[in-house]
């Protein structure tokens, strides 16, 4: 419709002029025998967001010279993804915006000028299109992250297209780097959509999601999240007496010392919980026998009950900021006297190593 009304104001200019009427004050160069629209080289093809420089220039063709003389009415329509556009003009005929690509869009330009009665008519500059398309390209939001003090992280995330389209096909790998920028290590593998994913690593670090490529679409790689912890460490721990009758108590003492920002040695962790765990001799099962605290030093000394011929040992369950960590020993009791039952006593889990 637009292009019938430019033609229809052309023919107008011309019948004006053979009537003697007045047209405007400006007009194409004499000597015009045509106009057009040049735009300048564009990609075809960007990536999600990507921004687009939409240029061009008006011209005439005076004698055999396609120009712009300037200080003549023209006028330029463009079509853009923000909608008309009636850009004004620099001293050489050009136009030029930009435009943050998130869908495939065909971008038009088209230009006019006015005529006089000694130069009759309505040069029109016919449309000129350039289509841009967005590259296949998938992502993947790392929604959420958990991670707890034995080193299990859980992270929650989405896969698809910003281009539409079938989804990708393949793998999603969780990703550990000691530095965020080397040596990225696959954890764990999850599945496309929207997923949980877990890997136990009881080290500091940085994770990330990525995408396995597939014959339509380019790897994916997520942003890159920190999962801060600090290493915990209990000595060696003593229990006292090795020898002793069923359901007498035991005293084990030991330390717990932790690390943490700014300090390049390990210092006593003071008021935390440890728990006094054991096993019987010839199982694998692990109870809790007995809890207390560090003072202020991070020593612990706690009273803990005999049921069998036992393995003690210490375990700290992590702080806020911190890994659970284990003693690096056990302690071998020898009990005199049937084995108590160990049917009520809370089950726990055997000592973990922290690596920091």
């Not at 194409?28 to 939409?54: I, K, N």
């Not at 935390?272 to 007995?290: D, E, P, T, Y």
């Amino acid at each position: 419709m637009r292009h019938t009304l430019l033609r229809a104001a052309a023919a107008l200019a011309v019948l004006a002029a053979s009537l003697g009427l007045s047209a405007p004050a400006t007009a194409a160069p004499e000597g015009t025998t045509a106009m057009r629209v040049v735009l300048d080289p564009m990609p075809a093809q960007v990536s999600y967001g990507d921004t687009l420089q939409f240029s061009g220039r008006i011209q005439y063709l005076i004698g055999d010279t396609w120009r712009y003389p300037g200080d003549y009415q023209t006028d330029v329509r463009l079509e853009t993804p923000d909608g008309e556009v009636y850009p004004d003009l620099d001293a050489a005929g050009g136009f030029s915006l930009r435009y943050e690509i998130t869908a495939p869009y065909t971008f038009l330009a088209e230009g006019w000028s006015g005529g006089t009665t000694d130069h009759p008519g309505m040069f029109w500059a016919a449309p000129v299109e350039h289509r841009v398309t967005l590259k296949p390209e998938a992502y993947i939001t790392f929604a959420r992250m958990t991670y707890d003090a034995f080193g299990r992280l859980e992270a929650n995330y989405c896969t698809g297209t910003r281009t539409g389209g079938p989804a990708p096909a393949g793998p999603v790998y969780l990703q550990y780097s000691a530095d965020g920028r080397t040596g990225w290590a696959t954890k764990a593998t999850g599945k496309r959509g929207c997923q949980w994913v877990a890997a136990t690593w009881p080290r500091s670090g940085y994770w990330r999601l990525k995408s396995k490529a597939d014959a339509v679409y380019p790897s994916a790689v997520s942003t890159v999240r920190r999962a801060l912890r600090w290493r915990t460490e209990i000595n060696k721990i003593k229990v006292s007496p090795r020898k002793t009758d069923v359901g007498k108590k035991v005293t084990v003492t030991g330390r717990l010392t932790r690390y943490a920002e700014g300090r390049k040695n390990k210092f006593g962790y003071p008021d935390r919980q440890i728990q006094v765990i054991f096993h019987c001799k010839g199982k694998k099962n692990w109870w809790l026998s007995a809890k207390g605290r560090t003072d202020k030093r991070g020593h612990f000394k706690i009273k803990a009950k005999t049921y069998c011929d036992s393995s003690f040992a210490a375990e700290f369950r992590g702080g806020s900021d911190t890994f659970a960590t284990g003693s690096t020993n056990e302690v071998y009791v020898e009990t005199y006297g049937a084995p108590l039952t160990t049917g009520r006593m809370l089950p726990a889990t055997p000592p973990t190593v922290s690596l920091g």
